[in-house]
């Protein structure tokens, strides 16, 4: 049965592939954490920013996020290797 005219699409026609669900949750969580350092900190530097945008990893991002609540410095959100 087709929908009525002007009716949208029904969902089955707009199936997202997992690995765009995926994407599309590791685009918001870079969001959020961004608006999170913006508005927490002020200020993040270039190298943080690029950081956070290279990161693909969505569980990650997700410890980032949460971690901002507790941290005193952008720079304890990422600490130096070693």
Known sequence: MSPHPGMPEPWEKHQVSPEAREQSKITAARRAIDIALQTR?????????????????????????????????????FPEPG
């Open 41 to 77: 900190f002020l200020w993040i530097s270039r190298e943080k920013r690029e950081a956070i945008s290279a990161c693909e990893d969505l569980e990650l991002l997700q410890k980032w996020l949460i971690r901002i609540l507790t941290v005193d410095t952008v720079d304890e959100l």
